[in-house]
């Protein structure tokens, strides 16, 4: 079994920052791409940013404000969010694209609520 856990999430307010954590583990024995999709109230999920190795790509919405980063030893992705704006709320899930015991398969996590309010 593959469990995917984010953490981090929370109320904040406007022009304030977020870290969320992702965890992947089980039997893994790589992981390809790390990512975070979000999923606001009556919109369907979005991209927000992936990691495939060293290489990075954005939603045109966060770009300059969130950045994305790995900890390949610890099967961990981050998502640090700055500058957020009430249209950031969301609930945010992380995917992780990975190599098993046998083949290639994704997993999500439970996601975790990011609000952005004041």
């Known amino acids: 079994q593959v469990h995917v856990v984010e953490s981090g999430g929370g109320l904040v307010q406007p022009g304030g920052s977020l870290r969320l954590s992702c965890v992947a583990s089980g039997r893994i024995r790589s992981i390809n791409n790390m990512g975070w999709y979000r999923q606001a109230p009556g919109k369907q999920r979005e991209m927000v940013a992936i990691i495939s190795g060293g290489a990075t790509n954005y939603a045109d919405s966060v770009v300059g404000r969130f950045t994305i980063s790995r900890d390949n030893a610890k099967n961990t992705v981050y998502l640090q969010m700055n500058s957020l704006k009430p249209e950031d709320t969301g609930v945010y899930y992380c995917?992780?694209?990975?190599?098993?015991?046998?083949?290639?398969?994704?997993?999500w996590g439970q996601g975790t609520q990011v609000t952005v309010s004041s």
């Open positions: 995917t992780v694209d990975y190599v098993g015991s046998v083949s290639r398969r994704s997993a």
